[in-house]
């Protein structure tokens, strides 16, 4: 196991932080699709900041997870990298 997923079990085994780790889910999963469908169109942040007509500072915090995007913004996204934005609803466990 390396440092860094020893560090993270452990901060996980913490009832509270595991909590808040579930909660954000959906956004780190959203941020590893954009991540995702960038590299498969095999562009750099800028280049597809350039195509979106906005900055790469913009499609860092995109990606970062810490944002949730509209639905304006996904589309573009997606446009910009030969993707179709999908939108699905599931219920809950």
């Given at each position: 196991?390396t440092?860094?997923?020893a560090?993270?079990?452990r901060?996980?085994a913490?009832?509270e932080?595991?909590?808040?780790y579930d909660?954000?889910?959906?956004?780190?999963?959203l941020a590893?699709?954009?991540?995702?469908?960038?590299?498969r169109?095999?562009?750099?942040q800028s280049e597809?900041?350039?195509?979106?007509?906005?900055?790469?500072?913009?499609?860092?915090?995109?990606?970062?997870?810490?944002?949730?995007?509209?639905?304006?913004t996904?589309a573009?996204?997606a446009e910009?990298t030969g993707?179709?934005?999908v939108?699905r609803?599931?219920?809950?466990?």
């Amino acid at each position: 196991m390396t440092e860094l997923a020893a560090l993270k079990a452990r901060i996980l085994a913490n009832p509270e932080a595991r909590a808040e780790y579930d909660a954000q889910a959906p956004e780190f999963e959203l941020a590893r699709e954009l991540i995702t469908a960038r590299t498969r169109a095999g562009l750099t942040q800028s280049e597809l900041a350039e195509r979106m007509h906005t900055t790469q500072s913009t499609i860092a915090r995109l990606e970062s997870g810490r944002t949730m995007p509209s639905m304006r913004t996904l589309a573009r996204y997606a446009e910009a990298t030969g993707s179709r934005a999908v939108v699905r609803l599931e219920r809950s466990a």
